[in-house]
């Protein structure tokens, strides 16, 4: 199995970045795919974004255009690079990750960090 570590949250005004990042460890990196969740006071979480085992990033809606994915194979860790956040954005957003199989990803993330906190003012 693998364990995930995020760091990089932190309080920024409304227009700032932060970058976000997510170190694996326990397992091989590459049999996994990764994801970045997030979980905002009160609200359910959701996917924020992800990458498919063919490397191609998917983005939730409210971020598109604003953050980006990223992973570094070689140090077995995921980014989200934030821009433009705006106070919707302020929530403990988690890193997650699924099994690699042939031709995908397994549904459902199996594996969580234990959270990062952003939290954006106006």
């Known amino acids: 199995q693998v364990q995930l570590v995020e760091s990089g949250g932190g309080s920024v005004q409304s227009g700032g970045s932060l970058r976000l990042s997510c170190a694996a460890s326990?397992?091989?990196?590459?049999?996994?795919?990764m994801g970045w969740f997030r979980q905002a006071p009160g609200k359910e979480r959701e996917k924020v974004a992800d990458i498919d085992s063919d490397g191609s990033p998917s983005y939730a809606d409210s971020v598109k255009g604003r953050f980006t994915i990223s992973q570094d194979n070689a140090k077995n860790t995921l980014y989200l690079q934030m821009n433009s956040l705006n106070p919707e954005d302020t929530a403990t957003y988690y890193c997650a990750a699924r099994a690699r199989v042939a031709g995908g990803c397994v549904d459902g993330y199996v594996y969580w960090g234990q959270g990062t906190e952003v939290t954006v003012s106006s």
């Open positions: 326990g397992d091989t990196y590459g049999y996994y795919c």
